[in-house]
């Protein structure tokens, strides 16, 4: 069965760095485009950031752009999301997402950036 896990949030101060990353199994990893969200309290889930299957392309939300910067290493079935510059507002549950037809998401990572 399709299985992806996050891993890497915390607590950082602001200003800081974490790296988040999502192994995936149960499907060819390398054919899929992956998805980072995140869904702070009270609010809605936003798309972070996303990435070919390639990875020769990205997107980013506007709020992270020149901050984050999403990658994948294929040979591991592994996306990962560096989180540089980090601010109180970044503090939410950030999520990784399998593109395609049918949804798959991982239980989530809470980062929280607070001093």
């Known amino acids: 069965q399709v299985q992806l896990v996050e891993s890497g949030g915390g607590l950082v101060q602001p200003g800081g760095s974490l790296r988040l990353s999502c192994v995936a199994s149960?499907?060819?990893?390398?054919?899929?485009?992956m998805f980072w969200y995140r869904q702070a309290p009270g609010k809605e889930r936003e798309l972070v950031a996303d990435?070919?299957?390639?990875?020769?392309?990205?997107n980013y939300a506007d709020s992270v752009k020149g901050r984050f910067t999403i990658s994948r290493d294929n040979a591991k079935n592994t996306v990962y999301l560096q989180m540089n510059s980090l601010k109180p507002e970044d503090t939410a549950v950030y999520y990784c997402?399998?593109?395609?037809?049918?949804?798959?998401w991982g239980q989530g990572t809470q980062v929280t950036v607070s001093s």
């Open positions: 149960g499907f060819t990893f390398k054919n899929y485009g």
């Open positions: 990435i070919t299957s390639g990875g020769r392309r990205t």
């Open positions: 997402r399998r593109g395609g037809p049918v949804d798959y």
